[in-house]
């Protein structure tokens, strides 16, 4: 009984504050993605480095991608569509289809409506004008960073999950799932530099026709019997990367309510930085809000996919940078405007993150050799 009791506690304590730090030596096993970022020839990154607008061949290529690579090296996520149709601005009357994409990793032996999630989420599409848009920040870079860091976390969770049998029952039930949305864009025009306020307003109108969509589902389904009566609930925090890829990022911490994560995730670059890991050595941090204040949260965020997630309730972390890169909704969002070290930084960091989320210390696999320092440049890696 009494044992029972410390364990149910234990549990309980865990539940809470499941978060753990990586060690010095953790962090030096976590992958950068080497060469898979190149935008000519990186296998994660290239191949989505086109227009992608809803409904198009680019569009379908972009889902194959994300398919295959999950399907071809991941083969215990599941895979989920979740499809809607709706018509936009710039189209008339025709149905247009999005099709979101979900990739799901729980423990092996959880009831699906137990599940917690960490939510790990970028939209793939790509604007519809200017015509040849392609995207790169925006946020082909934030989906193949997902991509790597779902590649990153795999032995170690199969490791963890292995080394606990048919866990304990009692709250161990923590997954993780990469969302990769479309149809976040808006699909009319702002060309004129004058319009800036109008572009983003135009953006709101225009945006979030399937992550709405989405949410709706999720906030509707039921999830059979278990902790969580839906979907929407299961997701115990929604990590939404936009925007990354542009040298010098600044991300605010937006929300006085996930603070807490903004401080894990500014923690974890803050260490990376420290021993030396990541490549952008003089930059200031990405995350430089790691002491602010509640007083000086604001009511002000940017309006991105998560919010129709946000409004239901859950909780946010929006990596995205204020002001937003130069390129914003330019042709020169391109492969060419990438900067590959900030991509391979936000790679060890976002992998990071999730790792301590996920409890995985001490379980990481050898870096693969391409990865490992001191090897002059970047070699191909196996994927
Ligand atoms: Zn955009």
């Known amino acids: 009984m009494t044992s029972k009791l410390t364990t149910l506690l234990f549990s309980l304590i865990n539940l809470t504050s499941a978060y753990t730090p990586l060690s010095d030596a953790s962090l030096s096993l976590i992958p950068s993605g080497s060469s898979d970022f190149d935008p000519l020839s990186g296998a994660l990154l290239s191949p989505i480095l086109i227009p992608r607008v809803p409904g198009t061949p680019g569009s379908e ?44 990793r729980d423990p ?110 999720w906030a509707g389904e039921g999830n059979g019997a278990g902790t969580f009566s839906t979907q929407m609930e299961s997701i115990s925090l929604f990590v939404l990367l936009d925007l990354l890829g542009s040298a010098n990022p600044t991300i605010p911490s937006y929300f006085a309510k996930t603070h807490w994560a903004y401080e894990h995730m500014a923690t974890a670059e803050r260490r990376l930085r420290k021993l030396g890991l990541l490549e ?28 129709p997630f946000m409004e239901r309730g859950v909780d946010v972390l929006h990596v995205i940078p ?11 969002d391109d492969g060419a405007h990438l900067d590959i070290s900030t991509i391979r930084d936000w790679a060890k ?17 050898p870096l693969a050799s391409a990865e490992k320092p001191n090897k002059g440049g970047h070699e191909k890696e196996e994927l």
């Open 280 to 307: 952008t050595k003089e930059a200031k941090p990405f995350l430089p809000d790691l002491q602010k204040k509640s007083y000086q949260f604001t009511m002000g965020y940017v309006l991105d996919d998560h919010v």
């Open 349 to 365: 960091i976002v992998t990071t993150f999730v790792a301590e989320w996920m409890d995985l210390d001490g379980l990481l696999p």
């Open 322 to 332: 204020t002001p937003f890169p130069p390129v914003w909704h330019t042709m020169d």
């Open 108 to 217: 092996p032996w959880a009831t699906e409506g137990d599940v917690a999630r960490l939510t790990l989420v970028a939209h793939y599409d790509s604007l519809y004008k200017p015509e040849g848009f392609i995207g790169a920040i925006d946020s082909a870079v934030p989906c193949a960073l997902l991509l790597h860091v779902a590649r990153s976390v795999e032995e170690a969770l199969r490791r963890k999950w292995v080394g606990m049998g048919e866990g304990d029952g009692l709250g161990e039930e923590v997954g993780v799932q990469v969302v990769l949305l479309d149809g976040e864009e808006a699909w009319v025009t702002w060309t004129d530099e004058d319009s800036l306020y109008g572009a983003r307003k135009g953006c709101w109108d225009g945006i979030l026709t399937s992550n709405r969509a989405l949410a709706e589902s």
């Open 61 to 104: 290529t972009a889902q194959h991608h994300f398919v295959n690579f999950f399907r071809t090296h991941l083969p215990d996520w599941t895979v989920q569509w979740h499809n809607s149709t709706a018509t936009t601005p710039a189209t008339g009357n025709k149905q247009v289809p999005f099709r979101n994409l979900i990739f799901r």
